[in-house]
């Protein structure tokens, strides 16, 4: 058991008392290695799940209550009865009394309506992700749930379902419109590859994750942000808004963004204004930009992997404009540095995490070079993290 399960276990103890057939578990965070603000566009993401991630001690309870404690919210228990998440509306209202256990509440709620069989547990959670960061927190927390609920009561669940369910988790009642990428791959991740998913059929393939003389850097700037209160709902509104215009015309519509083809998109682009022109631009070429890192991946050219990096943060930082001063300084840090291949935020932006791509030579010198510089330029003292990839809970076996 290692310090976070022991952590977790420890915690519950004490909060709840010793006795009972506790259980530890873990779910990953994620790092999307490119094809960012696409997954609710119809697109190609390519994610990995890393070994930060979120642990659980959890144990049955035959009163139906559900109780939960984390050790970033030391003192506080969030308490709910299972029967009252069954008639509780599925919206944001409704679970913003339960602070952050709106998510795991939200979790059990949804996989009761589906079907799957739950009641009373406690549960306590710990975690190395730093929260905020845009390594999926939230995420890694609802497919914990999902994995405590599957242990503790049998539910027969797959990533597939355990994904899509916390998705409607998040979205009703935690209120962020998000795509299902990050519950996706936190779910069905497996270490030493990632996961290159087409958002729209929820199709998925696995592609080995070698970066030979490379070693990837992630770089949170510690600038938070929260995505219900960024501008995350009105880039998928607006993302919305330009494939009806694209489509008011057309006798065969779109089915998303991303099913315009590079080729075709000067065309089916001149009925946007400016704005919604180039957030349908980010998200045509950032589709391709995914499908070309995965044949890259895939010859093991880690060179073009970084060139392609550079192009993602470019578009993202000038068509979808989601950066910051503080993403785009560390990145501009990380490209200046000898042995940096491309570099390029992750996640949802307005703060949080970038990754790096270092020749591993290099890596260490350029991590204290990109810290020095984003601090003289930002007044932020940001964190260079360690990771690996990591098996998720439903990750599934090995062929």
Not at 161 to 178: I, K, M, P, Q, W
Not at 207 to 216: A, M, R, S
Not at 261 to 286: C, D, K, N, Q
Request: glycine share 10%; charged share 25%; net charge negative.
């Amino acid at each position: 058991m290692n310090e976070y399960a022991l952590r977790a276990l420890t915690l519950l103890e004490e909060t709840f008392g010793k006795g009972g057939d506790a259980r530890t578990f873990f779910s990953p965070g994620r790092a999307n290695l490119i094809g960012e603000h696409i997954d609710y566009n119809g697109g190609r993401v390519l994610p990995c799940s890393l070994s930060l991630g979120t642990y659980a001690a959890a144990r049955r309870r035959d009163d139906g209550r559900i109780l939960l404690v984390s050790a970033d919210m030391p003192g506080e228990t969030v308490s709910a009865l299972y029967a009252e998440l069954l008639s509780l509306p599925q919206e944001p209202g409704s679970y913003s009394r339960f602070g952050w256990g709106a998510y795991p509440l939200g979790v059990c709620a949804k996989l009761a309506r589906a079907g799957f069989s739950s009641g009373g547990f406690e549960m306590a959670v710990t975690g190395s992700l730093p929260r905020g960061s845009g390594l999926s927190s939230s995420a890694s927390l609802e497919i914990l749930t999902c994995a405590v609920i599957s242990e503790l009561y049998g539910a027969d669940l797959d990533g597939t379902a355990a994904a899509r369910l916390s998705l409607e988790a998040e979205r009703d009642c935690a209120g962020v419109n998000c795509g299902i990428m990050d519950q996706f791959v936190c779910a069905v991740g497996r270490r030493g590859e990632a996961v290159l998913l087409d958002t729209h059929t929820l199709d998925y393939e696995y592609i080995p994750f070698d970066t030979g003389d490379c070693e990837l850097l992630i770089m949170n700037t510690r600038k938070p942000r929260r995505l219900a209160d960024s501008k995350y709902n009105e880039r998928r509104a607006e993302c919305a808004e330009a494939l009806r215009l694209i489509n008011e015309n057309r006798l065969s519509p779109y089915p998303s963004l991303c099913a315009i083809a590079p080729e075709e998109f000067p065309a089916a682009g001149r009925a946007l204004p400016p704005a919604l022109l180039r957030r349908a631009r980010h998200a045509v070429t950032e589709n391709a930009r995914t499908k070309l890192a995965a044949d890259a991946m895939r010859r093991r050219d880690m060179a073009e992997l970084g060139r392609l990096f550079n192009a993602s943060h470019d578009s993202l930082r000038d068509d979808y404009e989601v950066t910051g001063r503080e993403l785009d300084s560390i990145v501009n840090a990380a490209r200046a540095q000898e042995g940096v291949l491309g570099a390029r935020m992750t996640g949802a932006g307005f703060g949080g995490c970038a990754i790096a791509l270092a020749l591993r030579g290099k890596a260490g010198d350029a991590a204290r070079n990109i810290a020095r510089i984003y601090h003289a330029e930002t007044g932020y003292e940001c964190e260079i993290l360690e990771a690996s990839t990591a098996d998720a809970p439903f990750g599934g076996a090995r062929g």
